[in-house]
Nanobody, 121 residues
Framework: QVQLVESGGGLVQAGGSLRLSCAAS????????PGWYRQAPGKQRELVAG???????NYADSVRGRFAMSRDNTKNTVYLQMNSLKPEATAVYYC???????????????WGQGTQVTVSS
């Protein structure tokens, strides 16, 4: 079964940067409408950034201007560049995407296992 695998999390000081990556665990045709979510302790999971079917990228107000989501379709990988990190960004970050295994197959949405981001003050 295909999995989404995130990487790039870690511990960083406030004001620092991290880049998260998300890729499928095996060769697939395409990742559709990918998104990055995060869940802080005691809080609900929230959308951080997402790419629409039209190719537009939407951001949560709290990260707009500091985070940038991108994708490399040749690698079927999506990224989240996080700059000027604040302590309130501390959370587990999850990738979510509609995974299209073959060009002729329907997509199915998967979650990654999450990667911890900790921002110290």
């Amino acid at each position: 079964q295909v999995q989404l695998v995130e990487s790039g999390g870690g511990l960083v000081q406030a004001g620092g940067s991290l880049r998260l990556s998300c890729a499928a665990s095996e060769t697939i045709f395409r990742l559709n409408t990918p998104g990055w979510y995060r869940q802080a302790p005691g809080k609900q999971r929230e959308l951080v950034a997402g790419i629409t079917s039209g190719g537009n990228t939407n951001y949560a107000d709290s990260v707009r201007g500091r985070f940038a989501m991108s994708r490399d379709n040749t690698k079927n990988t999506v990224y989240l560049q996080m700059n000027s990190l604040k302590p309130e960004a501390t959370a587990v970050y999850y990738c979510n995407a509609d995974v299209q295994a073959r060009s002729t197959s329907a997509g199915r949405r998967y979650w990654g296992q999450g990667t911890q981001v900790t921002v110290s003050s």
